[in-house]
């Protein structure tokens, strides 16, 4: 890259903390999403969201202490985040068929 | 060229992130999550972790997004409905959701040391033959009982989404 | 920079040539298919309708883009170029010929070499389902919509055994780098016989590449398994409402698929460009004799052409010349390094891609239930005893 660029580029390395600030963001606008929303399936997917910012989380100090099990518990957050959403989806498709909407306000008639 | 690669995925998982929660229909929402994994591969990618990236693409965004759609499509769900959105709400909320992430930042560099840093190819115990060393001889027991939780939520899934004739 | 610009030069000639092959598959498509149905085909535009492919891209460039009312637009444009650019996408890992010297510089004969090429495949065809799935959604029209949930049912179903056939034959090379697997099956035994997958010990991998082909048949959409882009069932299935350009990127998608898996297939099965006898026993030879043969056969056929072909008499020598032409370029000694492998490498995926023709043009499709229950009930369950026949009998013949 020419040295003249408009903006000041990080060195060709990128430092590990820009990785994490990375995953607080992304798991914070899950949480934002997963408060704010009231689509249950765009709730669920608010979900994925925090589960894939800690996959990064998870991967960033895999390679901070240069070892391979934070790999290995990401592969399995993966695999619980699939088993998640197929039975996850079957009880939104439940609910739906029960009350025809998919509003999770008007899910509440168990509440006091 | 990291750096480059790094700002411009981080950039695209951010705006991805933000569009999923604005987005009023359910399909866009879930294409924006495909475009948020989509980048955190090249992400992991660049981590060193290229059996993590390809699992990655393989597993949530190629199937779990694809049941999402799938999801979407059989129960023709629209786009929501708006409620009219309390001004007080909308200007207590976001600058506390700057507030937090910001404080998360400042305590993560705070702890983190400025010497580490991330360059492609400083990691390579992240390839297939490692992990897969590790998932059959340290991690044995989680895999095999993984296998019984993945064969749970397909019982559970065929059973909660049956037809009731 | 070197890198760079030796990547930039071969990314056009791949995608070049690909794009050619493409626009002239259909031609041959057209052309097999018609033989089998004891027809001509295209004939009339330019010799043997050879100019064909030519005219059908002038006509899906020229014509009117309609979208339907009421059609997601933003959705509707973006589905058949994410189709697009994942089946071209997966043309980069797979490896057409060995380390090679052109002009001084060394260079593999491929576009990349990825530790985990197959994983990249597979993560590719995951992705592939979207261009169904949102072209068919957003065209809001029934038979889009029931053509896009049957196409990515079937798909997703089909990618099962799938991963499940490409994985057997990953017990027997022990890596997922598509450059070291065709390496891994040069030699020959006895001298004679090629130790390509489809034959490899301790257990040929002939179920598994049947296995392979079936599903890529689904996987593509192709006949026996195209009932959701069928004529006569769903009008056209996902792609109805696309017209022009649009319509143009699905079927160049559905090609771009069915020539990766052919490749896919030949790099794992059948030994990419390592050739079918020995160098010694003159195999080298064999690429230059074979277009020899064929334009010996054209002379032959444009001396003897009726009268009612007077065309033939001048096309077909001029095209056996070419042909000439090009067996002596197999025989020129600084070319054969690099022709010879890639002659094998083409003449494998392109029996291949006959074969998905051929298929085409013989069978009768299946119906929707009987695709899935073939998926579920036989496919799959074959797929992993498989599997664990070829794990066990490398794990009792490994030292």
């Known amino acids: 890259m020419p040295n003249d660029f408009p903006i000041p580029l990080p060195a060709p390395a990128v430092p590990l903390a820009w990785y994490l600030i990375l995953s607080a963001i992304l798991f914070t606008l899950g949480v934002a999403g997963f408060l704010f929303r009231r689509n249950i399936i765009t709730v669920f997917m608010s979900i994925e969201l925090m589960l894939n910012a800690v996959n990064l989380t998870f991967v960033t100090f895999s390679y901070r202490l240069k070892q391979v099990d934070g790999h290995i518990f990401s592969f399995f957050v993966m695999v619980v985040a699939a088993a998640e959403a197929a039975v996850g989806l079957a009880i939104i498709l439940t609910v739906f068929k029960n009350r025809s909407t998919l509003e999770i306000d008007e899910v509440s008639s168990m509440r006091l | ?165 | 920079m070197n890198f760079f610009l030796i990547s930039l030069i071969k990314t056009a000639v791949v995608l070049f040539a690909l794009l050619t092959t493409l626009a002239y598959l259909q031609w041959i498509e057209r052309k097999v298919l018609a033989h089998i149905q004891l027809r001509p085909g295209p004939y009339r535009v330019g010799p043997h309708g050879l100019l064909q492919p030519v005219a059908d891209v002038l006509k899906l460039l020229t014509k009117e883009g309609v979208m339907p009312p009421g059609a997601n637009s933003f959705f509707y444009l973006l589905a058949p170029f994410l189709a697009v650019a994942v089946s071209l996408v997966s043309i980069v890992v797979i490896p057409f010929g060995p380390q090679v010297e052109i002009f001084g510089v060394q260079t593999n004969l491929g576009l990349t070499d990825l530790n985990i090429g197959v994983l990249f495949i597979l993560a590719i065809s995951s992705l592939g389902v979207y261009g169904v799935a949102l072209g068919g959604w957003a065209s809001n029209s029934k038979y889009s919509l029931l053509g896009c949930l049957r196409s990515s049912a079937q798909m997703i179903s089909y990618q099962l055994p799938l991963a499940l056939a490409l994985a057997a034959p990953l017990l027997l090379v022990n890596t997922l780098d598509f450059r070291q697997i065709v390496e891994a099956q040069g030699g020959f035994w006895l001298g004679f016989f090629p130790k390509w997958n489809v034959f490899a010990g301790p257990f040929p991998q002939l179920f598994s590449f049947v296995i392979f082909l079936i599903a890529s048949f689904a996987e593509t959409n192709r006949v026996p398994f195209d009932l959701p882009e069928a004529e006569s069932e769903l009008v056209a299935g996902f792609h109805t409402e696309y017209s022009s350009l649009t319509f143009a990127a699905f079927f160049m998608s559905e090609y771009a698929n069915m020539v990766t898996v052919c490749c896919v297939a030949t790099v794992l099965f059948l030994g990419g460009w390592q050739p079918l006898w020995p160098a010694a026993y003159g195999s080298d030879y064999a690429p230059a004799l074979l277009f020899f043969a064929a334009a010996a056969a054209l002379f032959y056929h444009g001396a003897q052409a009726l009268k009612t072909r007077m065309w033939d008499r001048f096309s077909f020598p001029v095209f056996g010349v070419v042909f000439l032409l090009l067996g002596g370029l197999f025989l020129v000694p600084v070319l054969q390094p690099v022709l010879i492998p890639l002659f094998w490498f083409l003449a494998k995926a392109g029996l291949l891609i006959f074969l998905f023709i051929w298929i085409r043009g013989t069978l009768p499709r299946f119906r929707y239930d009987q695709l899935m229950r073939f998926a579920w009930t036989f496919l799959f369950p074959v797929a992993v005893v498989n599997l664990l026949v070829t794990g066990l009998l490398v794990a009792l013949t490994s030292k």
């Open chain 2, 1 to 165: 060229m990291d750096g480059l690669l790094f700002l411009t995925f981080a950039a695209i998982a951010v705006g991805c992130a933000i569009n999923l929660v604005l987005q009023t229909h359910p399909i866009s929402s879930a294409l924006s999550l495909v475009g948020v994994m989509g980048s955190l591969a090249v992400l992991y990618l660049l981590l060193g972790g290229e059996f993590i990236a390809a699992v990655q693409l393989i597993v949530y965004a190629g199937a779990i997004m694809v049941l999402f759609i799938f999801v979407i499509m059989l129960l023709n769900a629209g786009a929501e409905k708006r409620p009219t959105r309390r001004v007080v709400a909308l200007w207590v909320s976001l600058p506390l959701l700057f507030t937090l992430i910001a404080l998360a930042a400042l305590l993560i560099e705070s702890q983190a040391p400025k010497t580490e840093v991330v360059r492609f190819g400083g990691f390579s115990g992240g390839s297939a033959l490692a992990v897969g060393r590790a998932l059959f001889t340290s991690y044995l027991l989680p895999f095999e009982i993984t296998s019984i939780l993945i064969l749970i939520a397909i019982l559970g899934a065929v059973v909660l989404a049956r037809k009731e004739i």
